[in-house]
């Protein structure tokens, strides 16, 4: 806070950054919606470098799965790694379901059934529905259909 700012000045701000970061991921997960992965992809990217990271950690497992929806294995697989080193140092509901997701999409690679396990944990957390809305895991058949495929 700026010395001899207003505490209502400074929720203002506050609100404003909140409302700007709602509706760049509005926009993000519209692309999405409509399989506009690679837009969204840049989107992310910029969201990530002018908001905090900390905070979206979750960003970088989405981007994951927009790079898996192009076909982009290697680089899904490095950004799953990455989201699991952004991941807060204090563990709670959202970050173990983060986690949880991306080493069930990493295991899916080596088609253990580690991800099974992995998968239904997950499913049993009680995630916020922001994470969730961005994250939500394939069903089990599609899963299955993956593995099989590879």
Request: proline share 3%; with cysteine; hydrophobic share 40%.
């Amino acid at each position: 806070m700026i010395a001899g700012e207003p505490v209502w000045m400074r929720m203002i701000k506050d609100l404003l950054r909140e409302i700007r970061e709602r509706y760049h991921l509005n926009l993000i997960d519209l692309d999405r919606k409509n399989q506009e992965f690679k837009k969204a992809s840049g989107r992310i990217d910029a969201f990530l470098s002018r908001f905090d990271q900390e905070k979206f950690y979750y960003l970088y497992a989405l981007d994951g799965v927009l790079m898996l929806a192009e076909g982009q294995v290697p680089e899904a697989h490095a950004r799953f790694k990455e989201c699991l080193t952004k991941l807060p140092r204090t563990e709670d509901a959202n970050s173990h379901y983060v986690s949880l997701f991306c080493n069930c999409l990493l295991s899916l690679r080596e088609s253990t059934e580690a991800w099974r396990e992995l998968r239904q944990e997950a499913l049993d957390i009680h995630a916020s529905t922001k994470i969730r809305r961005f994250l939500s895991f394939p069903t089990e058949e599609k899963l299955n259909k993956i593995v099989n495929d590879s």
